[in-house]
């Protein structure tokens, strides 16, 4: 699935590095905590790998 938005797409990213280690799961917060806890390490990738190009900053803005 996507990332509709850079927003979401950077959220991905952030859960995506929790799943691996990188970072501290408890220091998790809001829509990145809620998509660590809910998706796979694989759709985590798909969404935090989907291109930029052409996505608004979040979900409910026009491009900018």
Same mark, same amino acid.
């Given at each position: 699935?996507?990332?509709?938005?850079?927003?979401?797409?950077?959220?991905?990213?952030?859960? /995506?590095?929790?799943?691996?280690?990188?970072?501290?799961?408890?220091? /998790?917060?809001?829509?990145?905590?809620?998509?660590?806890?809910?998706?796979?390490?694989?759709?985590?990738?798909?969404?935090?790998?989907?291109?930029?190009?052409?996505?608004?900053?979040?979900?409910?803005?026009?491009?900018?």
């Amino acid at each position: 699935m996507p990332a509709k938005s850079r927003a979401q797409q950077m959220a991905a990213g952030a859960a /995506l590095a929790a799943r691996r280690g990188e970072q501290k799961a408890s220091e /998790l917060e809001g829509a990145v905590r809620s998509m660590y806890d809910s998706m796979s390490e694989e759709e985590l990738e798909k969404m935090a790998s989907t291109s930029r190009e052409g996505k608004p900053r979040h979900d409910n803005q026009s491009d900018d």
